[in-house]
């Protein structure tokens, strides 16, 4: 949990410095708000056992509940974050950080904007993070679903296929093109001929360029839905040239996000590992965000059908967890679980009401203190508990130090000690805790 605080602090002051408000929703919602959103992960999703009343399931996401939020309460616009515990009956992956009960942490911009300018500050934030988390080289890969639904539409997929196609070219960052092939032409029906079609695209991937390439390929520009995708990424990737992050930027012809909701910009950030040799790809360890836009999901909650657009993100924070924790067990490096300053000791024995009187005084002036539960405690023991356990400090009385009216204290780490006069130790312990905060992630 040292860990994960840290994590959730680095996200949550990057939230706010762009200037979400909070919100939160039930763990569990109506069975029938959450059917029919996830397509072919809806098998996923935990169902609460039928005790009369409503069919209710534990939430899948925190997109869902937020479109209900936004609809139940006839809201058209808002920025808000929601970090909370989502439940999937998914095969659990412990070194990958998948779980069945897992933290998302999302972002969402809700309203009626000119295009693509909350799609660009989304990407912002998510290079923001994971460039402050210091997890190594990440990529953000970048699509729209207009392009790939266009893209199907000239290559000749029928339009009842789109979505379990989509589903199989998303499966391109873990199988090869033959096996993702196969699953089309033998699983899924679809012509080969076709499949090919799709292969010579899908594993494009670029920049700008390429979005200026693709406006001129003869079979998309006769499509209307690829021709709008394509100008809005073109507009996108100025707007992400204003921020300063195209470099991390690449389009993914192959990136299609599995869920049925996103209708226009989707994106997903992975790690690279670094171990890439001379020329090679660098590989990827995963998502460790996404996200994208949906402007009709909000509409299907409303009795009017009024739509909200929005765009959002979400980062994998499990993941993250997993990456940062083995990171430290491999330099093993001491976590503090604490954040205690300094430990109220005793040099002899009959000092329990002193060391009491002394604690609550630190504590009332807000320092972090503590003292050992033992009447007479010998300082060695005393000593010994503050290296375990990372404290600094070491307030000691003694007979001599009550009459001088001063405390002794101790550097756990150098063993110098000072005598400081009792009015003044608690701003000497403040001086001497706030120069080396909890340096966890640098």
């Known amino acids: 949990m040292a860990v994960r605080e840290k994590v959730f602090d680095v996200i949550i002051s990057c939230f706010k410095r762009h200037g979400a408000e909070v919100i939160d929703t039930p763990v569990f919602e109506l069975k029938e708000t959450l059917t029919g959103k996830y397509g072919e992960d809806s098998k996923l999703i935990y169902d609460l056992k039928d005790q009369g009343g409503e069919l209710l399931a534990l939430r899948y996401d925190l997109t869902v509940p937020f479109a209900r939020y936004l609809a139940m309460n006839k809201l058209t616009n808002i920025k808000r974050y929601h970090i909370a515990k989502v439940y999937r009956r998914d095969n659990p ?5 998948r779980y069945r009960e897992f933290y998302q942490c999302d972002f969402d911009i809700a309203g009626q904007f000119d295009p693509m300018i909350p799609d660009a500050e989304c990407l912002k934030i998510i290079c923001e993070i994971l460039s402050t988390l210091q997890l190594g080289d990440f990529q953000i890969k970048v699509n729209d679903r207009r392009i790939l639904d266009g893209m199907f539409n000239v290559c000749g997929v029928p339009d009842s296929k789109f979505r379990t196609i989509c589903s199989s070219v998303d499966k391109l960052d873990k199988m090869s093109w033959e096996d993702v092939k196969n699953e089309m032409v033998e699983e899924k029906g679809l012509a080969p001929e076709v499949a090919d079609h799709i292969g010579a695209y ?5 920049g700008v360029s390429l979005v200026e390439q693709l406006l001129q390929d003869p079979k998309l520009s006769q499509n209307k839905q690829a021709q709008e995708g394509l100008r809005d990424l073109k507009l996108l990737f100025e707007y992400l040239t204003l921020f300063g992050i195209t470099e991390k930027i690449s389009f ?3 990136l299609a ?6 209708t226009g910009v989707i994106y997903e950030a992975v790690l690279l590992q670094t171990t890439a040799r001379q020329g090679e790809e660098p590989l990827g360890v995963g998502s460790v965000a996404a996200g994208g836009r949906y402007d009709g999901l909000v509409g299907m909650f409303d009795p009017k059908g009024r739509k909200v657009p929005c765009v959002g993100l979400s980062v994998g924070v499990e993941r993250i967890f997993s990456i940062v924790e083995q990171r430290m067990e491999a330099s093993e490096e001491k976590v503090r679980t604490t954040e205690t300053q300094v430990l109220v000791a005793a040099a002899q024995k009959k000092l329990l009401e ?3 009187k002394l604690v609550a005084e630190l504590w009332d002036r807000g320092i972090k203190a503590e003292l050992l539960y033992k009447k007479n405690p010998k300082l060695l023991t005393q000593l010994q508990y503050c290296e375990e356990t990372g404290i600094p400090l070491v307030a000691i009385i003694g007979e ?3 009459k001088d009216g001063v405390v002794k204290l101790r550097s756990v780490a150098s063993r ?5 006069r009792k009015e003044n130790l608690v701003e000497e312990i403040r001086r001497r805790t706030s120069q080396h905060p909890l340096h966890l992630l640098n």
């Not at 899908?202 to 670029?206: A, I, R, W």
């Not at 110098?416 to 400081?420: L, M, R, S």
């Open 252 to 254: 993914d012809l192959s």
């Open 202 to 206: 899908v594993k494009q991937h670029g």
């Open 400 to 402: 001599q130090e009550l």
């Open 416 to 420: 110098e000690e000072v005598d400081v």
């Open 93 to 97: 992956a412990m070194t990958r950080g």
């Open 354 to 356: 002193e060391r009491l």
């Open 257 to 262: 996000r599995g869920l049925d909701y996103y």
